[in-house]
């Protein structure tokens, strides 16, 4: 899963003339530092990184466009990067180039709190953006665990532990700047909160990874600050179990704003990580979000389904810095899994699949696991049937390279049979192309036409998505 292959026929110029030029215009903010392009190429999949031949960091969309138009000129590949924490080969150099880093573009730009939107540059990172809001009564929901830039956000089809009520970036996203391969900027929509003019181009470069252009600023919703939260634990006897739980809560319509999954082997780790004392069961955390009333009264339909399906009682937190400590416990549990087995590797996967099939998903995929000998711990926003497998591998043992990626090759298969999609969240980067082809069949050549027809020449971060 990790090597990195050939994924398309390519000639690029070279980037030395680039480097000159670039290093006129953008002088000690251009560097070719080797560590600070290792550092580039790489972020925190399990996929082999690939350092690109320079760095610049942007400060403005002028400046983007103009690296971006000295690129085009020499045909030379240019891959944007924000903050690292994609999953799936997003900013690995496949054929070098220059990496932009947006990281410097972290200016909130406007806020319209009558209107609940606001508009920021690329770098902004989302707890960055929260912090803003707080004293306004406004928030912006959309939260992948990661610290991420909401460039990188708006580029992977972001979502996480809210998009269960609130949605994923797809529905966050109203409008966006964009840097395009000639180096054309264009804005993709207004503010208005619908609009029937014309393509929708702000869905198509919503999810497109950079291979389309370069996102400099978005546009999006916002939400107010709910009067009252109110997050719970709550502990099942199987899998199955667990599951029920979360299918009959979405079918029966109770507004939980987060619903989610960890496993046994995920709250082991847990616990141990971050110093927890949770019953090393299958469990569910949850969030609601409303008045103080509806808060009770859903949280009181959550209890009433957890316990038909064997679920212990509700385990509350109510207090602000109490329910920050467990959903940060959730965040790091990747880092938690990780511990389980000291010197491995975390090979990160994601899968979604159609509500219903999510018990069968899961149920299957555990079996395989158990049947393995490798360990690896699941966790999954479980409220809209994605959720994650960490396969904890040595990477010095070629058995179990290959067993852990055979393993993968099958859950993303089954994740396809059963009607879902080979990634959530995380993308296809370089990692998921194959899968890509046999999710979308003839619907991969429409995505090369568009492609082709906004970037011929190949240069916006190659060998991603698709094969050109």
């Not at 009333?293 to 959550?302: D, F, G, L, P």
């Not at 990160?348 to 069968?360: E, H, N």
């Not at 090759?409 to 046999?438: M, Q, W």
Request: hydrophobic residues 35%; proline residues 3%; aromatic residues 6%.
């Amino acid at each position: 899963m990790s090597e990195i292959k050939k994924l398309s026929k390519v000639d690029f110029g070279s980037s030395e003339k680039v480097i000159e030029v670039l290093k006129e215009y953008f002088g000690d903010r251009l560097t070719t530092s080797i560590a600070v392009r290792e550092r580039h190429g790489t972020d925190e999949s399990f996929h082999a990184p690939r350092s690109p031949d320079a760095v610049v960091f942007a400060c403005s969309t002028e400046d983007v466009q103009y690296a971006v138009k000295v690129c085009s000129k020499y045909q030379v590949p240019i891959i944007a990067y924000g903050t690292g924490t994609s999953l799936e080969g997003h900013v690995a150099a496949l054929y070098g180039g220059i990496c932009i880093d947006l990281s410097q573009m972290n200016e909130v730009v406007s806020v319209n709190s009558e209107d609940l939107d606001c508009t920021v540059q690329a770098g902004v990172t989302r707890k960055q953006l929260n912090e803003y809001l707080r004293d306004m009564g406004l928030f912006f929901p959309v939260d992948p665990g990661a610290d991420a830039s909401i460039g990188g956000m708006a580029s992977t089809r972001a979502s996480g532990t809210n998009a269960v009520r609130y949605g994923t970036m797809r529905e966050a996203v109203m409008s966006l700047k964009v840097v395009l391969a000639d180096g054309r900027i264009i804005h993709t929509a207004t503010r208005s909160r619908k609009s029937s003019a014309g393509y929708d181009l702000t869905r198509l470069f919503v999810g497109s990874e950079g291979t389309l252009g370069i996102i400099t600023e978005i546009t999006l919703r916002l939400h107010g600050i709910p009067e009252a939260i109110s997050a719970a634990v709550c502990s099942f006897p199987s899998i199955d179990d667990t599951v029920g739980s979360v299918i009959e809560t979405i079918q029966l319509g109770v507004p939980v704003a987060r619903i989610e999954l960890l496993d046994d082997v995920t709250m082991r780790g847990v616990n141990s990580f971050s110093k927890t004392d949770y019953p090393v069961s299958h469990t569910l955390f949850y969030e609601f979000h409303g008045s103080q009333t509806t808060v009770e009264e859903h949280s009181r339909q959550a209890q009433e389904i957890a316990s038909g399906f064997g679920g212990g009682d509700f385990n509350w937190e109510t207090k602000a810095e109490d329910r920050n400590r467990l959903w940060q416990a959730r965040h790091d549990a990747l880092y938690a899994m990780n511990a389980l087995r000291p010197g491995s590797k975390p090979m990160v996967t994601d899968v979604c699949v159609p509500i219903s099939q999510l018990a069968q998903c899961i149920s299957e995929t555990k079996v395989d696991i158990e049947r393995s000998s490798i360990m690896a711990p699941i966790a999954g926003h479980a409220g809209d049937g994605n959720f994650h497998v960490v396969y904890l591998v040595d990477t010095d043992s070629p058995d179990e390279l290959k067993e852990a990626g055979d393993m993968h090759d099958k859950l993303v298969a089954r994740a396809l049979a059963l009607g879902g999609t080979c990634t959530g969240e995380h993308g296809i980067g370089y990692g998921k192309i194959d899968f890509l082809n046999s999710e979308l069949g003839e619907g991969v050549s429409v995505m090369r036409s568009i492609k082709l027809a906004l970037d011929p020449n190949n240069i916006m971060n190659p060998g991603k998505i698709i094969n050109v």
